[in-house]
């Protein structure tokens, strides 16, 4: 049994058959989950994370089973531990998503789990599912990762999504990491010691125009807002790094914008339209990633 816990735990020839998979699932209809049950039991606000599992688990001819408020809605308002709901969610269903508001919840519950447990998302931890689709995107929308300068641009420091995508990253060649974030919210020592470790090239600026201009990729994210101790300290960091129009058509000519979304105000709409701008079909590709690594877990 494998759970899905951390984006560390990918090694490249999964990487590559994980995303061969997921090509095959955009243009054909491959059904080998029927009967099979996917339980999503989500303790923080979600869209595409769940959506594009409940999609994914739908289309591959699979059932789902769903909490999408679990912290009011499931049986944790009465007093319930995260360890008894998974044991016995785990008995409804053969494989359980979840999201949780504590960095270490998955790898929490995956220990009592029954079935495989994909995390879909812990706290400030990781979010390994999002760093697949990530790494899946630069294949589609660039042809390979091996080489590439990727910029990862505002909340390094709590989100979870940069901090996936970045451990992913070091299982390529010859990657330069640009890490773009004001002081305040730098990436974490952790992980930055791991992708050099890995063999990243890391760079670090606080500016965004310096930061992006060399890059084959930049990945946007937003401040989470969530994350932060005061209101006041959020309200001091917001609107530091927004992503122009004019700062797009600036970048290298074959640069791709990317966004794991939800976006507030750090990328312009006006940049929707630009031919760089890759951020939905990032969210679309979603479905056909978690396709494959629904089968990859029950296999
Ligand atoms: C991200 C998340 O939840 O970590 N969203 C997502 O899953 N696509 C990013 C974010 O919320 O900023």
Do not use: W
Request: neutral net charge; charged residues 25%; aromatic residues 6%.
């Amino acid at each position: 049994m494998e759970h899905i816990l951390d984006a560390k735990q990918f090694d490249r020839k999964t990487i590559e058959a994980l995303c061969a998979r997921a090509r095959q699932h955009e243009t054909r209809r491959i059904q080998r989950m029927k009967g099979k049950v996917m339980a999503t039991l989500f303790y923080e606000p979600s869209t595409r994370t769940r959506f594009s599992f409940e999609s994914a688990m739908l289309r591959l001819g699979g059932g789902v089973i769903s909490s999408e408020n679990a912290h009011d809605s499931s049986s944790s308002a009465k007093g319930e531990t995260l360890e008894d709901t998974i044991r016995v969610v785990g008995g409804y269903a053969d494989v359980i998503v979840m999201r949780h508001f504590e960095a270490g919840a998955a790898e929490r519950a995956a220990r009592v789990s029954p079935v495989p447990l994909i995390n879909a998302g812990d706290g400030a931890g990781q979010h390994p599912t999002q760093a697949l689709l990530d790494a899946y995107t630069i294949f589609r929308e660039r042809g390979g990762i091996d080489g590439a300068h990727v910029a990862l641009v505002g909340d390094l420091k709590h989100g979870r999504a940069a901090r996936s995508l970045l451990a992913i990253l070091g299982v390529f060649k010859n990657v330069t990491c640009t890490l773009v974030a004001p002081e305040a919210l730098r990436m974490e020592n952790d992980i930055r010691a791991y992708a050099q470790a890995q063999g990243i090239t890391l760079l670090e600026t606080d500016d965004l125009e310096e930061g992006i201009q060399s890059a084959d990729v930049v990945y946007m994210t937003r401040l989470q807002k969530e994350r932060f101790n005061t209101p006041a300290e959020y309200e001091g960091l917001k609107g530091q790094y927004i992503l122009t129009r004019a700062l797009v058509d600036s970048m290298k000519n074959d640069a791709i914008v990317m966004h794991p979304l939800p976006r507030v105000d750090e990328i312009d709409r006006e940049v929707d339209t630009s031919p760089k701008a890759r951020y939905f079909r990032q969210a679309e590709y979603g479905t056909y990633v978690r396709m494959a690594l629904l089968e990859h877990v029950l296999r």
